[in-house]
C-alpha cells in the first residue's frame, strides 16, 4: 500500500493555470522541474488509523531554485481500484524571481478511477525574509517520467532588497 500511495501522490497532475491579474495584484509564474524522493515510514501507532506515511525529499530547478521537506498522509481503503485520496505539508527554502527565502506548501490530492484532481496552495502568511508576502498555487504534472512545475504567484510587498 505504501507504494501505491507513492504512485498515488507523484501520478496526481491538473491543467496548467493561465495568467491574471486582480485588483492590481500582478500574478507571475515560475517554471521548471523537480525531483523528488518518497520515503515510506513505518506504521504508526493503530490509534492514527489505517494510512501510510511518507516523507519528501525535492529539488526544484528553474525559475525555483529550491529544496524542500515534507509529510504526506495517504490513503487507498476503497472499493474501487485507482481511487485514494493524499494530504501532505511541505516547507520550502530558496529562492523565486531572484528573492530568497522559505515558505510552506500544502498538498490535497485525490484520485477518482484513475482520474486525479491536485490542489497545492501557499500556505498564508508561511513566507519568510524577500519571499514575506508570497500568496499562490503549484501545479504539479508529471510526462514521460519528468516531474514539473507551474508556481503561479504574486509578492504583495515583497522587496529583492529586504
Known sequence: MKHAMAFL??????????????EGVVTHHARG????????QPSDDPAAGPFSRL????????DLEATSKGQMVATRLTEVEGSGAYVALEHVTG????????????HNGTMR??????????????????????????TI?????????????????AKKDQ
Do not use: W
Open 113 to 138: 478511477n484513475n482520474v486525479p484532481t491536485l490542489i497545492v496552495t501557499v500556505v498564508p502568511d508561511s513566507a519568510t525574509d524577500q519571499l514575506k508576502g508570497l500568496t499562490g498555487k503549484m
Open 95 to 106: 529562492t523565486v524571481d531572484g528573492r530568497r527565502g522559505t515558505f510552506t506548501l500544502q
Open 55 to 62: 516523507f519528501l525529499d525535492k529539488q526544484f530547478h528553474g
Open 33 to 40: 522541474t523537480f525531483n523528488v524522493k518518497v520515503v515510506p
Open 141 to 157: 504534472v508529471i510526462a514521460g517520467g519528468t516531474h514539473s512545475y507551474d508556481l503561479e504567484y504574486s509578492l504583495d510587498g
Open 9 to 22: 501522490c507523484i501520478t496526481l497532475s491538473v491543467a496548467a493555470p493561465t495568467s491574471a491579474q486582480k
